[in-house]
RNA sequence: GCGGGUGUGGUGAAAUUGGUAGACACGCCAGACUUAGGAUCUGGUGCCGCAAGGUUUAAGAGUUCGAGUCUCUUCACCCGCACCA
C-alpha cells in the first residue's frame, strides 16, 4: 500500500508533505496510478458465474509507424467509461484490447527499407501499448492478442479450412476488382467509388483465379437477424442497403435466327422486378461480357462490331462506366428474342448499361417503364409500348404504379396483382419462375501479398485443391527474398523456394501451395471470440469462455466498417454457429459509432495537411485525464467533432480545479441543498453514460462542481460522490484524490454511487406564467402548490394584469410545476 | 436517383421528448487581485432598443392554450450506395 501514499506508509504521514498550493501535477500522479493498477492486475478478469457478465468492445487498431492518433481514444475513452462503470456497478467486465496486425503499410515498408514486417509491426505495437497504457484505458492487458502471431492465426487457417470443407470457399476465376498500384485483388467492399479504399488509385477489371467465401449464401439472414439487434440505425440500413435484396422473376426469352429457326438449345433467362411489364418488352440487352455473346458470335451478321463494342468496354474502367450514362450500345444483328408472353421477335442489343454481375448479365427492356431503357430506345429509334396508364410517356418513362392497358390478361389489373399474375402465368407455361436477387457478391477473399494469413490449401494435378491437415497448423510465413508484388498478380510468397513444395494429404504425390494470402479482414473476422479465451492452444475458444462470455454486449467503432468488417464478421460468426462452433447466432448485442474528429478547421487531419494532433502532445502538456475528459466533451458522440485547442484548455481548468477543491474538504453533514445537487449529478451522470450522452454527462459534472465551488466548506461525503462519479472519466485524479482522503482502496473497485430521485428533487420551483403562450413573467412556489394557488399568484404579477386590462380570461392552463398558461 | 442524417448565439453545443430556448464550456467585455502564471477570482454577454418592451431555433404553412420538438412544402449541407433491371 506505501505506493498508494506517495511512498508512505500511512496516509496521515503523507499529508504532513502536501503542498496544496502546488499545481496538479498530472505527470506524476498519472505514472504513479497506472504503475499501481499494472502491479495489482486492477482490470484482470476471470469467468465468475457468480457475477452477470458485460462484454465491451472496441475495434482493434492497425498498429501503423504512425501511432495512435486522436481519432482512437474516441471510441476506447468511451467504452472506458461505460467499463467503468459497468465494473463498479457490480458486473464481470470483459474490456479487451489486441491488434490487427497483417496488413500492407507494413509490407510497403518492408519493400522501401527491407526491415521484414515481423520486425517492424513489432516495435509498432510496443509504440501502441505504451500509448494506450498512457491513456489510462482500462483494458485486461492479459488477454491482449495478435493477429499476426502463428499462435492466433492458426485458428484463421482453421476456419478457413472449414469453409473450405461445407463448400463455403470455392476458386473461381473471375473478373475481379484490381487495384494496380497495390497491385492487388479487392473485394467488392474495398472499392469506393471505383477507387481503392486503401490507397486511392483507380481500380480496374482483372480476370484473375481466387478464392471466394460465399457469402451471398448468407444474404437472406444477414438482412433478417437485424431486427433483433439494437444496433443505430444508420448501420442497419448501411447494411440491408448494400446486401441490396430485391424480389422479381426471372424469365426464359427464345432465340430465333434470322431466317426464322429456333436455337433450342439457348435460352436467353433475364432478372426483372416488373414482370407484369413483359407486355411492353420492345427489345433485349446484354451486358457485353454475357457468355453468348462468344458463344454465338458465328450467328452474328456484324460480328465485327460487335467484337469492337466488346473490346471497347472491356477497356473502361469501372467508373469510366458508372460515371457516364449516356447510352451507348450494338444490336447482335442475325438474331432475335421472343417474347414467351406473346410471341413478339425483338431485338437483341449489347450495350455496357447492363452489368455481368447481376441477376444473369442480361435484362428485358421496358422502356415505356423504366428511365434507363427509355433512354436506351430513344438513342437508337426502338419503339416504346405503354402497358401502365399514368405519366406521359412522350416526355419520360412511368415508372410508378397504374391499371394495366395493352396487356392481355392482366388488362386493368394494378401493378402489384399484375406482377403476381405474370409470374404465375410464366410458372404455368414454364418459361419462369418468382426469384430474389442480391447486390452482395461472393467476398473476393484472396490477396497477392506477403503480409497476411498463408492460405493453408495446395493443389496436386491429381486431386485438385485440398487443405492441409490440422496438425500442420499453423502454416507459417516462410521468408521471401523480397515482398515486391509483380504486375501479374503473383503473390511475393511465389518466389519462396522450398516452402512451395508440399505433399498431397490425399494421395501423397507432389503438390504446391497455395501463395496468395488471406484479407486483412480475415483475422478481425473472429477476434472477438479469441479474446474469450485467448490462451487456449487447443481450440479457438473454450465452450465454457464462449458460453459465459458471448455476445459482446456493446460494440464501438467505425462507420467505415459497416459494409467492411462489420458485415464479414457477422457473416463468419453465423457460419460458425452453423458448425456449431458459437453459442449465438450473432456476435454483437449492440452497435454504436462515434463520429470522426477533425482538425480545427473542419479539414480531415491528415499527414499532408500537416494538421495531425498527436495524443502524445496532448498527454504531456496536459496529462490523460484532462485528454481523455475533452475526448468525452468535445460533442455528441456519434457525430462529427472538430478539435479546440481552446475548449481543451477549459476541460485542464475543470481538473485543476476539482483538484483545489480539495482544499476545501472538511467532515461536515451535507444540506439538504448538497444533497440535491449530488443527486441529481449522480442520476444525470448515471443516465447519459448508459446514453452515451458524454458531452452532457460532463456538463452535470461541472455544474456539480461549480456548485461546490461556491461552497465555504465542502462536506466530504460530496467531493467522494464527484471523484467515484469523475473516476470513469479520469481515473488517475479520482485515484489519486480517493488516496489524499485517507481511503486506502482503490476508488476503481469501489461501488457506484445510487442516485435518489426524491432527496433530487427541488422544494420549490419556478413556475412560467404565460399569456396566450407567450412569457410575461415567472413565480416561485413551493412543489407541488394547488392550482388555485398557482393561478391567483400568476394573475397578482404587476405584469400579467397590465397585459390582461380590458380583456376577459377565457381558461387558465395550469401544468404542476412548470407552467401556468392564462388565454385571454 | 435511392437510403440515412443534420440545420439553434461570435464558437462547440444543451433543452427532462409538446411546457421559461441557449444549460455546460470556449471566446469576448468590464472589474479585482496579483505579477510573468498557458494564471486566478467577481460580474456581464442571442439579436434590436437608453428603456419599457420587442424579437429569435434554415425558410414558409399547419395542428395546439403552448412547437426547436409533431405534420406538410421548400432550401442548404454531410455520410453511404449508385446504370443493381
Given at each position: 500500500m506505501s505506493d498508494r501514499y506517495n511512498g508512505k506508509e500511512t496516509w496521515e504521514e503523507w499529508s504532513k508533505e502536501w503542498k496544496l498550493e502546488d499545481r496538479y501535477n498530472f505527470k506524476s500522479i498519472e505514472k504513479k496510478w497506472q504503475a499501481i493498477w499494472e502491479k495489482e492486475k486492477a482490470y484482470?478478469?476471470?469467468?465468475?458465474?457468480?457475477?452477470?457478465?458485460?462484454?465491451?468492445?472496441?475495434?482493434?487498431?492497425?498498429?501503423?509507424?504512425?501511432?495512435?492518433h486522436v481519432g482512437h481514444p474516441r471510441s476506447y475513452t468511451a467504452l472506458d467509461v461505460i467499463a467503468r462503470k459497468k465494473r463498479m456497478q457490480g458486473f464481470n467486465v470483459l474490456y479487451p484490447m489486441g491488434f490487427d496486425a497483417f496488413g500492407l503499410p507494413a509490407e510497403n515498408y518492408a519493400i522501401k527499407t527491407g526491415v521484414h514486417p515481423a520486425v517492424s509491426t513489432k516495435a509498432n505495437i510496443a509504440n501502441f501499448t505504451k500509448q494506450l497504457k498512457s491513456?489510462?484505458?482500462?483494458?485486461?492487458?492479459?488477454?491482449?492478442?495478435?493477429?499476426?502471431?502463428?499462435?492466433?492465426?492458426?485458428?484463421?487457417?482453421?476456419?478457413?479450412?472449414?469453409?473450405?470443407?461445407?463448400g463455403l470457399a470455392y476458386k473461381d476465376k473471375i473478373a475481379i476488382n484490381w487495384c494496380p498500384s497495390c497491385k492487388v485483388g479487392l473485394a467488392n467492399e474495398e472499392v469506393v467509388n471505383g477507387h481503392c479504399e486503401r490507397c486511392g488509385a483507380e481500380v480496374i477489371r482483372k480476370n484473375k483465379e481466387q478464392w471466394m467465401i460465399a457469402i451471398t449464401k448468407y444474404a437472406d439472414r444477414l438482412i433478417n437477424d437485424l431486427d433483433g439487434l439494437d444496433f443505430i440505425d444508420r448501420v442497419k440500413s448501411q447494411q440491408v442497403n448494400?446486401?441490396?435484396?430485391?424480389?422479381?422473376?426471372?424469365?426464359?426469352?427464345?432465340?430465333?435466327?434470322?431466317?426464322?429457326?429456333?436455337?433450342?438449345?439457348?435460352?436467353?433467362?433475364?432478372?426483372?422486378?416488373?414482370?407484369?411489364?413483359?407486355?411492353?418488352?420492345?427489345?433485349?440487352?446484354?451486358?457485353?461480357?454475357?457468355?453468348?455473346?462468344?458463344?454465338?458470335?458465328?450467328?452474328?451478321?456484324?460480328?465485327?462490331?460487335?467484337?469492337?463494342?466488346?473490346?471497347?468496354?472491356?477497356?473502361?474502367?469501372?467508373?469510366?462506366?458508372?460515371?457516364?450514362?449516356?447510352?451507348?450500345?450494338?444490336?447482335?444483328?442475325?438474331?432475335?428474342?421472343?417474347?414467351?408472353y406473346n410471341g413478339a421477335l425483338i431485338p437483341v442489343f449489347i450495350s455496357d448499361y447492363v452489368l455481368t454481375g447481376y441477376g444473369t448479365g442480361a435484362i428485358m427492356a421496358v422502356p415505356a417503364h423504366d428511365q434507363r431503357d427509355y433512354d436506351f430506345a430513344k438513342v437508337f429509334g426502338l419503339p416504346i409500348i405503354q402497358v401502365l396508364e399514368g405519366g406521359d410517356i412522350s416526355e419520360k418513362a412511368w415508372e410508378e404504379d397504374g391499371a394495366h392497358i395493352n396487356s392481355d390478361f392482366m388488362n386493368g389489373m394494378n401493378k402489384e396483382d399484375g406482377m403476381r399474375s405474370a409470374i404465375d402465368y410464366a410458372e404455368k407455361h414454364g418459361f419462369g419462375r418468382s426469384k430474389v436477387n442480391f447486390k452482395l457478391r461472393d467476398w473476393v477473399f484472396s490477396r497477392q501479398r506477403y503480409w497476411g494469413e498463408p492460405i493453408p490449401m495446395v493443389y496436386c494435378e491429381k486431386c485438385g485443391w485440398q487443405p492441409i491437415p490440422e496438425s500442420e497448423l499453423p502454416l507459417t510465413l516462410p521468408e521471401v527474398p523480397d515482398y515486391h508484388p509483380n504486375?501479374?498478380?503473383?503473390?511475393?510468397?511465389?518466389?519462396?523456394?522450398?516452402?512451395?513444395?508440399?505433399?498431397?494429404?490425399?494421395?501423397?504425390?507432389?503438390?504446391?501451395?497455395?501463395?496468395?494470402?488471406?484479407?486483412?479482414?480475415?483475422?478481425?473476422?473472429?477476434?472477438?471470440?479469441?479474446?474469450?479465451?485467448?490462451?487456449?492452444?487447443?481450440?479457438?475458444?473454450?465452450?465454457?469462455?464462449?458460453?459465459?462470455?458471448?455476445?459482446?454486449?456493446?460494440?464501438?467503432?467505425?462507420?467505415?466498417?459497416?459494409?467492411l468488417h462489420l458485415l464479414y464478421s457477422r457473416f463468419w460468426h453465423k457460419f460458425l454457429y452453423d458448425c456449431g462452433l458459437v453459442p449465438t447466432k450473432e456476435p454483437y448485442n449492440k452497435r454504436t459509432s462515434h463520429g470522426m474528429i477533425l482538425a480545427e478547421n473542419g479539414e480531415k487531419m491528415s499527414k499532408s495537411r500537416g494538421n495531425v494532433i498527436n495524443p502524445d502532445d496532448i498527454i504531456d502538456a496536459y496529462g490523460a485525464d484532462t485528454f481523455r475528459l475533452y475526448e468525452m466533451f468535445i460533442g455528441p458522440f456519434d457525430q462529427v467533432a472538430m478539435w479546440s485547442d481552446d475548449s481543451l484548455m477549459g476541460v485542464y481548468r475543470f481538473v485543476s480545479k476539482v483538484y483545489a477543491?480539495?482544499?476545501?474538504?472538511?467532515?461536515?453533514?451535507?444540506?439538504?441543498?448538497?444533497?440535491?445537487?449530488?443527486?441529481?449529478?449522480?442520476?444525470?451522470?448515471?443516465?447519459?453514460?448508459?446514453?452515451?450522452?458524454?458531452?452532457?454527462?460532463?456538463?452535470?459534472?461541472?455544474?456539480?462542481?461549480?456548485?461546490?465551488?461556491?461552497?465555504?466548506?465542502?462536506p466530504a461525503e460530496l467531493y467522494m460522490t464527484l471523484l467515484k462519479l469523475l473516476s470513469p472519466f479520469t481515473p488517475h485524479l479520482a485515484e489519486e484524490m480517493w488516496a489524499r482522503i485517507g481511503k486506502n482502496t482503490l476508488i476503481v473497485a469501489e461501488s457506484w454511487p445510487q442516485g435518489d430521485a426524491k432527496l433530487a428533487q427541488d422544494d420549490e420551483v419556478t413556475i412560467a406564467v404565460q399569456i396566450c403562450g407567450k412569457m410575461r413573467g415567472t413565480i416561485v412556489m413551493p412543489k407541488d402548490a394547488s392550482n388555485a394557488d398557482v393561478e391567483a399568484t400568476a394573475l397578482a404579477l404587476d405584469n400579467v394584469k397590465r397585459q390582461l386590462e380590458g380583456k376577459e380570461i377565457k381558461k387558465i392552463i395550469v401544468v404542476p410545476n412548470k407552467i401556468c398558461n392564462i388565454v385571454a
Open positions: 484482470k478478469v476471470e469467468i465468475d458465474k457468480n457475477k452477470e457478465k458485460f462484454y465491451a468492445l472496441v475495434e482493434f487498431p492497425y498498429p501503423s509507424g504512425a501511432g495512435l491513456i489510462g484505458f482500462s483494458f485486461d492487458w492479459d488477454r491482449c492478442i495478435n493477429t499476426c502471431d502463428p499462435e492466433y492465426y492458426k485458428w484463421t487457417q482453421w476456419m478457413f479450412i472449414k469453409f473450405f470443407e461445407k448494400w446486401i441490396g435484396r430485391s424480389e422479381g422473376a426471372e424469365l426464359d426469352f427464345g432465340l430465333t435466327l434470322s431466317d426464322g429457326t429456333e436455337l433450342k438449345d439457348k435460352k436467353l433467362t433475364v432478372f426483372t422486378t416488373r414482370p407484369d411489364t413483359a407486355f411492353g418488352v420492345t427489345y433485349m440487352v446484354l451486358a457485353p461480357e454475357h457468355a453468348y455473346v462468344s458463344e454465338l458470335a458465328d450467328k452474328f451478321e456484324n460480328a465485327q462490331e460487335v467484337k469492337a463494342y466488346v473490346e471497347a468496354t472491356a477497356k473502361k474502367s469501372e467508373l469510366q462506366r458508372t460515371m457516364d450514362d449516356s447510352k451507348t450500345g450494338v444490336e447482335l444483328k442475325g438474331i432475335k428474342a421472343r417474347n414467351p504486375d501479374e498478380g503473383e503473390s511475393p510468397l511465389s518466389k519462396a523456394g522450398d516452402w512451395l513444395n508440399a505433399k498431397c494429404p490425399k494421395c501423397g504425390g507432389h503438390a504446391r501451395r497455395e501463395t496468395d494470402t488471406m484479407p486483412n479482414w480475415a483475422g478481425s473476422s473472429w477476434y472477438f471470440l479469441r479474446y474469450c479465451d485467448p490462451h487456449n492452444d487447443k481450440e479457438f475458444a473454450s465452450k465454457e469462455a464462449l458460453d459465459y462470455w458471448m455476445n459482446v454486449d456493446w460494440y464501438n467503432g467505425g462507420m467505415e466498417h459497416t459494409t477543491l480539495f482544499k476545501k474538504v472538511y467532515k461536515l453533514e451535507p444540506s439538504t441543498q448538497d444533497l440535491r445537487a449530488m443527486h441529481k449529478c449522480i442520476l444525470e451522470v448515471t443516465e447519459r453514460i448508459d446514453q452515451m450522452r458524454f458531452n452532457t454527462a460532463v456538463s452535470s459534472l461541472m455544474t456539480y462542481v461549480n456548485y461546490l465551488s461556491s461552497l465555504e466548506k465542502i
